[in-house]
Protein backbone atom coordinates (compact mmCIF):
# COMPACT_ATOMS: atom_id res chain seq x y z
CA UNK A 1 0.00 0.00 0.00
CA UNK A 2 1.32 3.61 -0.49
CA UNK A 3 1.78 5.73 2.51
CA UNK A 4 4.05 8.72 3.85
CA UNK A 5 6.33 8.36 6.51
CA UNK A 6 8.38 10.35 8.62
CA UNK A 7 11.51 10.27 10.25
CA UNK A 8 12.60 10.87 13.06
CA UNK A 9 9.50 10.56 15.04
CA UNK A 10 10.91 12.46 17.85
CA UNK A 11 13.94 14.28 18.29
CA UNK A 12 15.19 16.86 20.79
CA UNK A 13 17.66 19.26 19.86
CA UNK A 14 19.76 22.36 21.17
CA UNK A 15 19.43 26.43 19.87
CA UNK A 16 21.21 26.94 16.80
CA UNK A 17 21.81 23.81 15.47
CA UNK A 18 20.87 22.58 12.19
CA UNK A 19 18.12 20.09 12.02
CA UNK A 20 16.12 18.05 8.94
CA UNK A 21 13.51 16.72 8.88
CA UNK A 22 12.65 13.42 6.50
CA UNK A 23 9.02 13.01 4.64
CA UNK A 24 9.10 10.26 1.84
CA UNK A 25 5.91 9.23 -0.11
CA UNK A 26 4.92 6.30 -2.38
CA UNK A 27 1.90 7.88 -3.64
CA UNK A 28 3.75 9.51 -6.77
CA UNK A 29 1.98 12.41 -5.84
CA UNK A 30 3.71 16.48 -7.22
CA UNK A 31 2.22 17.81 -4.60
CA UNK A 32 4.37 17.83 -0.70
CA UNK A 33 3.66 19.97 2.00
CA UNK A 34 5.08 20.58 5.45
CA UNK A 35 2.82 21.95 8.10
CA UNK A 36 3.43 22.63 12.14
CA UNK A 37 1.11 22.08 14.75
CA UNK A 38 0.80 24.09 17.79
CA UNK A 39 -2.18 24.24 20.53
CA UNK A 40 -4.82 26.89 19.21
CA UNK A 41 -3.21 27.17 16.29
CA UNK A 42 -4.33 24.26 13.89
CA UNK A 43 -2.04 23.17 11.06
CA UNK A 44 0.04 26.14 9.29
CA UNK A 45 1.77 25.71 6.13
CA UNK A 46 5.68 26.09 6.48
CA UNK A 47 6.49 24.94 2.59
CA UNK A 48 5.40 23.02 -0.24
CA UNK A 49 6.28 22.06 -3.45
CA UNK A 50 4.28 21.38 -6.54
CA UNK A 51 6.72 18.86 -8.28
CA UNK A 52 10.62 17.61 -8.63
CA UNK A 53 12.88 21.80 -8.78
CA UNK A 54 9.53 23.45 -7.48
CA UNK A 55 9.64 24.74 -3.96
CA UNK A 56 7.24 27.55 -2.53
CA UNK A 57 7.25 29.22 0.63
CA UNK A 58 3.59 29.25 2.64
CA UNK A 59 2.68 31.82 5.64
CA UNK A 60 5.19 30.61 8.45
CA UNK A 61 8.63 29.88 6.20
CA UNK A 62 11.03 31.85 8.61
CA UNK A 63 13.60 29.35 9.47
CA UNK A 64 12.70 26.66 7.55
CA UNK A 65 14.10 25.01 3.98
CA UNK A 66 12.90 22.70 1.44
CA UNK A 67 14.23 21.24 -1.32
CA UNK A 68 12.96 18.55 -3.94
CA UNK A 69 15.34 16.91 -5.90
CA UNK A 70 12.49 13.86 -6.87
CA UNK A 71 9.00 12.71 -6.51
CA UNK A 72 9.24 11.27 -3.45
CA UNK A 73 10.88 13.46 -0.71
CA UNK A 74 11.02 16.18 0.86
CA UNK A 75 13.51 17.38 3.39
CA UNK A 76 12.60 19.88 5.72
CA UNK A 77 15.41 21.73 7.26
CA UNK A 78 15.69 24.21 10.16
CA UNK A 79 18.68 26.40 9.25
CA UNK A 80 19.41 27.12 12.88
CA UNK A 81 17.06 25.75 15.16
CA UNK A 82 14.80 28.16 17.54
CA UNK A 83 13.03 27.70 20.82
CA UNK A 84 9.79 28.85 18.99
CA UNK A 85 9.98 26.05 16.75
CA UNK A 86 9.36 22.99 19.18
CA UNK A 87 6.13 21.94 17.29
CA UNK A 88 4.70 18.79 16.10
CA UNK A 89 5.49 18.68 12.39
CA UNK A 90 3.34 17.36 9.41
CA UNK A 91 4.25 15.96 5.88
CA UNK A 92 1.70 15.83 3.48
CA UNK A 93 0.85 14.58 -0.46
CA UNK A 94 -1.81 15.46 -2.63
CA UNK A 95 -2.52 13.81 -6.24
CA UNK A 96 -4.00 17.43 -7.06
CA UNK A 97 -3.34 20.76 -5.91
CA UNK A 98 -6.52 21.30 -3.90
CA UNK A 99 -7.34 17.46 -3.72
CA UNK A 100 -7.37 15.23 -0.58
CA UNK A 101 -4.21 15.99 1.56
CA UNK A 102 -2.52 12.56 2.75
CA UNK A 103 -0.56 13.05 5.82
CA UNK A 104 2.23 11.26 7.37
CA UNK A 105 2.75 10.55 11.67
CA UNK A 106 4.25 13.74 12.35
CA UNK A 107 7.22 14.42 13.93
CA UNK A 108 7.84 15.81 17.61
CA UNK A 109 10.75 18.36 17.74
CA UNK A 110 11.78 20.17 20.71
CA UNK A 111 14.51 22.81 21.11
CA UNK A 112 15.77 23.26 24.07
CA UNK B 1 -8.99 35.80 0.36
CA UNK B 2 -10.06 32.37 2.36
CA UNK B 3 -10.24 32.17 5.63
CA UNK B 4 -12.09 28.97 7.68
CA UNK B 5 -13.29 29.42 11.76
CA UNK B 6 -14.48 26.70 13.81
CA UNK B 7 -16.96 28.01 15.84
CA UNK B 8 -15.96 25.59 19.18
CA UNK B 9 -12.87 24.89 20.62
CA UNK B 10 -14.07 21.61 22.78
CA UNK B 11 -17.51 19.54 22.03
CA UNK B 12 -18.29 17.28 24.75
CA UNK B 13 -21.32 14.42 24.03
CA UNK B 14 -22.41 11.46 25.59
CA UNK B 15 -21.97 8.41 23.62
CA UNK B 16 -25.27 7.80 21.96
CA UNK B 17 -26.34 11.18 20.84
CA UNK B 18 -25.90 12.92 18.05
CA UNK B 19 -22.80 14.95 17.21
CA UNK B 20 -22.61 18.70 15.58
CA UNK B 21 -19.20 20.62 14.98
CA UNK B 22 -19.91 23.94 13.48
CA UNK B 23 -17.50 25.18 10.36
CA UNK B 24 -17.80 28.44 8.74
CA UNK B 25 -15.69 29.61 5.62
CA UNK B 26 -15.28 32.40 3.37
CA UNK B 27 -13.87 32.18 0.14
CA UNK B 28 -13.97 34.57 -3.21
CA UNK B 29 -14.85 31.29 -5.57
CA UNK B 30 -16.23 28.51 -5.00
CA UNK B 31 -14.12 26.14 -2.80
CA UNK B 32 -13.55 22.38 -1.86
CA UNK B 33 -13.92 21.83 1.67
CA UNK B 34 -12.69 19.00 3.76
CA UNK B 35 -12.82 17.18 7.31
CA UNK B 36 -10.16 15.44 8.61
CA UNK B 37 -9.95 13.86 12.13
CA UNK B 38 -6.65 13.54 13.79
CA UNK B 39 -6.98 11.16 16.48
CA UNK B 40 -4.04 11.24 19.29
CA UNK B 41 -0.53 11.28 18.89
CA UNK B 42 -1.57 10.44 14.89
CA UNK B 43 -1.62 12.31 11.56
CA UNK B 44 -4.68 13.87 10.15
CA UNK B 45 -6.60 11.38 7.86
CA UNK B 46 -9.84 12.67 5.54
CA UNK B 47 -13.51 12.23 6.77
CA UNK B 48 -15.19 13.65 4.06
CA UNK B 49 -14.82 16.30 1.38
CA UNK B 50 -17.56 18.59 -1.23
CA UNK B 51 -16.25 19.29 -4.42
CA UNK B 52 -19.28 21.60 -5.53
CA UNK B 53 -21.27 18.17 -6.73
CA UNK B 54 -24.24 16.80 -3.90
CA UNK B 55 -24.56 19.34 -0.63
CA UNK B 56 -24.76 16.71 1.14
CA UNK B 57 -21.66 14.43 1.45
CA UNK B 58 -21.09 11.42 3.39
CA UNK B 59 -17.92 10.01 5.07
CA UNK B 60 -16.36 7.44 7.18
CA UNK B 61 -17.67 6.09 9.95
CA UNK B 62 -21.13 7.64 9.84
CA UNK B 63 -20.10 11.55 9.55
CA UNK B 64 -21.76 13.55 6.93
CA UNK B 65 -21.38 16.83 6.23
CA UNK B 66 -23.79 19.93 4.22
CA UNK B 67 -22.44 22.61 2.42
CA UNK B 68 -24.88 25.75 2.95
CA UNK B 69 -23.71 28.57 0.51
CA UNK B 70 -26.01 31.08 1.58
CA UNK B 71 -24.62 30.49 4.97
CA UNK B 72 -21.56 29.72 4.28
CA UNK B 73 -21.20 26.74 6.48
CA UNK B 74 -20.28 23.23 6.08
CA UNK B 75 -21.15 22.08 9.49
CA UNK B 76 -20.43 17.84 10.62
CA UNK B 77 -22.51 15.79 12.08
CA UNK B 78 -23.04 12.06 13.34
CA UNK B 79 -26.53 10.44 14.62
CA UNK B 80 -24.62 9.04 16.96
CA UNK B 81 -21.44 9.46 18.73
CA UNK B 82 -19.26 6.77 20.05
CA UNK B 83 -16.30 6.55 22.22
CA UNK B 84 -13.81 6.05 19.54
CA UNK B 85 -15.10 9.22 17.85
CA UNK B 86 -12.75 10.80 20.77
CA UNK B 87 -10.24 13.33 18.79
CA UNK B 88 -9.79 16.46 17.39
CA UNK B 89 -11.51 17.38 14.06
CA UNK B 90 -10.49 20.05 11.57
CA UNK B 91 -12.39 21.92 8.98
CA UNK B 92 -10.29 22.66 5.90
CA UNK B 93 -11.15 24.92 2.87
CA UNK B 94 -8.88 24.66 -0.65
CA UNK B 95 -9.46 27.33 -3.60
CA UNK B 96 -9.35 26.02 -6.83
CA UNK B 97 -7.62 28.70 -8.69
CA UNK B 98 -3.73 28.73 -6.83
CA UNK B 99 -2.75 26.90 -4.10
CA UNK B 100 -4.49 28.07 -1.15
CA UNK B 101 -5.41 25.25 1.85
CA UNK B 102 -6.48 26.65 5.52
CA UNK B 103 -6.96 24.82 8.32
CA UNK B 104 -9.20 25.67 11.20
CA UNK B 105 -7.93 25.66 15.03
CA UNK B 106 -9.63 22.71 15.31
CA UNK B 107 -12.45 20.87 17.33
CA UNK B 108 -11.82 18.69 20.41
CA UNK B 109 -14.70 16.15 20.42
CA UNK B 110 -15.01 14.67 23.58
CA UNK B 111 -17.18 11.49 24.38
CA UNK B 112 -18.21 10.51 27.62
CA UNK B 113 -19.86 7.14 28.43
Known amino acids: DAEITQSPRHKITETGRQVTLACHQT?????MFWYRQDLGHGLRLIHYSYGVQDTNKGEVSDGYSVSRSNTEDLPLTLESAASSQTSVYFC???????????FGPGTRLTVL | AQSVTQLDSHVSVSEGTPVLLRCNYS??????LFWYVQHPNKGLQLLLKYTSAATLVKGINGFEAEFKKSETSFHLTKPSAHMSDAAEYFCVVSGRSGFKTIFGAGTRLFVKA
Open chain 1, 92 to 102: ASSEGITDTQY
Open chain 2, 27 to 32: SSYSPS
Open chain 1, 27 to 31: WNHNN
